[in-house]
Every structure is written in C-alpha cells, then in structure tokens.
Nanobody, 126 residues
Framework: VQLQASGGGLVQPGGSLRLSCAAS????????IGWFRQAPGKEREGVSS????????YYADSVKGRFTMSRDNAKNTVYLQMDSLKPEDTALYYC????????????????????WGQGTLVTVSS
C-alpha cells in the first residue's frame, strides 16, 4: 500500500486549498482513509475520514463546515477541500489507510491506521 499526499502550500487566512491523496496497492474491499494533521509541538490529530464498509464520514469539530472530504474512485484518489482556512490550521497534513474494524469505529485515532503517506505542509498566514 502506498499513499502520496500533495497540494499543501501557503495561503492567507480565509483562503482555500485542496489536498490530494493518491492511493495504490489496496487489496481489500473495505478500508478507511483518514486525513490527519500535526502542528509543531502538538500531537497528530484526526481531521477527517471515510470508511468504505458503511460509507461513514468523520470530521473533527474544529473543521466541520469548513473542510470536505471526497474521493474519485477511478483515480484512486481522495481529496480534502479546505475552505475558510485559519492560522490554527497550519500543520503537516497526512493521509492514512486502515483496514480493520477499529478504523471504522475509531477513525480519529492514529492507532487505527496501518499505512501512512508522507506529509504535505499547509501554512495559513498573512
């Protein structure tokens, strides 16, 4: 399994960015794809996720109404559309894949995921 995150950059407060995560090597029908972020000096936190087993999605309270996760199955790619960005959204963003029931039940938990992509840096600053 390989995950390739991209799309980070520098954006002004109130702006938008779309992150992409290209996935390959999946051999199971059921999976959970998650987006996480880690700011300097802070723990990695779950931002959003999608579980294929039941179609459920998860958004952290801090991003609800501003971030939207979507996927293009033909391209094996998931996206994280980030709108109304705030300075506190500044972080290294990672995508991850989990293949256990735990990932469906606890999509916000880093320990639910088996594979991680490299991070892409998002900086929100004027």
């Amino acid at each position: 399994v390989q995950l390739q995150a991209s799309g980070g950059g520098l954006v002004q407060p109130g702006g938008s960015l779309r992150l992409s995560c290209a996935a390959s090597g999946f051999t199971k029908d059921y999976y959970t794809i998650g987006w996480f972020r880690q700011a300097p000096g802070k723990e990695r936190e779950g931002v959003s996720s999608f579980s294929s087993s039941d179609g459920s999605t998860y958004y952290a309270d801090s991003v609800k109404g501003r971030f939207t996760m979507s996927r293009d199955n033909a391209k094996n790619t998931v996206y994280l559309q980030m709108d109304s960005l705030k300075p506190e959204d500044t972080a290294l963003y990672y995508c991850a894949a989990g293949f256990s029931v735990r990932a469906t039940m606890y999509p916000h938990d880093v320990y639910s995921y088996d594979y991680w992509g490299q991070g892409t840096l998002v900086t929100v600053s004027s």
